[in-house]
C-alpha cells in the first residue's frame, strides 16, 4: 500500500426510514422518523396534538390534507440511497422545515393533490368552532417517538398476505364513525392503518368521516350503522359494517373473500 496516497474513506450509507409530518392550519407540527418503518403513525401524531393542545379528540380530519411523508430506501442494485418526498398542498409551504427535520438538504417535495374532496377548504373550515386551538400558531414543532419504545400489539403482527393484484387505480377508502365512541374509533384506527400499511401493493388514501358532524356524508354513502368502513377504489365497491377484529378480515375485504 503507497502510504503516499490519501485513502478514500467511504461515507456511511443513509439508513432508510420512514418520516412523516403533521401541521395544523395555525401551522404548529407533529413529526415523526422510523427506522423500522413499522407503523403509518398518524395516530400518534393526532393524539399528540389532541394532548399538547388539550383538544376535546383527536383531529383526524387534519388527515390527509396537513400531512407530508418522506420514504427512503437503499437500492439493492446501485447501493445508493434513494428518496420519495410527498406534501398534500396544505403542507407543502413548510418544504424548508421539513427538509431540515428529515436532514433531507434543499430536497424538492412532490405535491400530492389526491384526496380533493377531504381536503377541501369549506370541510376543513366546519372544524374550526370545535378546535379552535388548531387555528392558532403555538410555534410548536414536536418530535414523537414514544409508538417505537411500545411494540405494536398482537393484532398488527405480520403475517403472509394472500397475493393482492395491483390495480390500475390507487386504493381508496372512507371510514365513517361517530364520535361519541371515541375509544372505538381510535382502536378500529389504528388496526386499519397497520393493517393497509404492510398488506396493500400499493399506496392508500383513508378518510374518516364523523357521522354526527356529516350525517350528509353518511346518507350519500348510505350508512347506518358504525363503524362502517368502504372501499370506493378499485371497484368493485366493498364496505364492512361493524368493528374489526383481525387483519384477516380486511385482507379478505380487499380481496374480496
Not at 388527515?63 to 437500492?75: C, E, I, K, N
Not at 445508493?80 to 428529515?102: H, I, W
Not at 368552532?129 to 405494536?152: G, T, Y
Not at 378500529?188 to 392503518?193: E, G, I, P, V
Request: aromatic share 8%.
Amino acid at each position: 500500500m503507497d502510504a503516499s496516497k490519501p485513502t478514500a474513506i467511504a461515507k456511511p450509507t443513509p439508513p432508510s426510514f420512514k418520516g412523516i409530518a403533521l401541521f395544523t392550519p395555525g401551522g404548529d407540527c407533529v413529526y415523526c422518523i422510523d427506522h423500522q418503518k413499522r407503523t403509518h403513525w398518524h395516530l400518534d401524531l393526532c393524539a399528540t396534538l389532541q394532548q399538547t393542545l388539550e383538544l376535546a379528540e383527536p383531529p383526524y380530519f387534519l388527515l390527509p390534507g396537513f400531512t407530508a411523508t418522506v420514504d427512503r430506501w437503499v437500492d439493492e442494485l446501485t447501493q445508493s440511497p434513494v428518496t420519495v418526498a410527498e406534501a398534500y398542498p396544505r403542507a407543502l409551504r413548510f418544504q424548508a422545515l421539513l427538509n431540515r427535520l428529515f436532514d433531507l438538504d434543499d430536497l424538492p417535495w412532490q405535491p400530492n393533490y389526491t384526496c380533493r374532496e377531504e381536503c377541501s377548504p369549506l370541510l376543513i373550515e366546519s372544524y374550526r368552532d370545535r378546535f379552535p386551538q388548531l387555528w392558532q400558531c403555538h410555534d410548536l414543532v414536536i418530535q414523537v417517538n414514544a409508538a417505537l419504545a411500545n411494540p405494536e400489539p398482537e393484532a398488527s403482527q405480520a403475517f403472509d398476505w394472500p397475493p393482492l393484484v395491483v390495480p390500475t387505480q390507487p386504493y381508496r377508502f372512507k371510514l365513517f364513525v361517530s364520535s361519541i365512541d371515541t375509544v372505538a374509533t381510535e382502536k378500529m384506527l389504528k388496526l386499519l392503518h397497520t393493517t393497509l400499511e404492510s398488506a396493500l401493493p400499493s399506496p392508500y388514501t383513508l378518510q374518516v368521516v364523523d357521522v354526527l358532524q356529516h350525517p350528509d356524508q353518511a346518507e350519500a354513502e348510505q350508512v347506518s350503522a358504525t363503524p362502517t368502513l368502504i372501499q370506493l377504489s378499485p371497484e368493485p365497491v366493498r364496505r364492512i359494517v361493524g368493528s374489526l377484529v383481525h387483519q384477516q378480515q380486511l385482507v379478505a375485504l380487499l380481496g374480496g373473500g
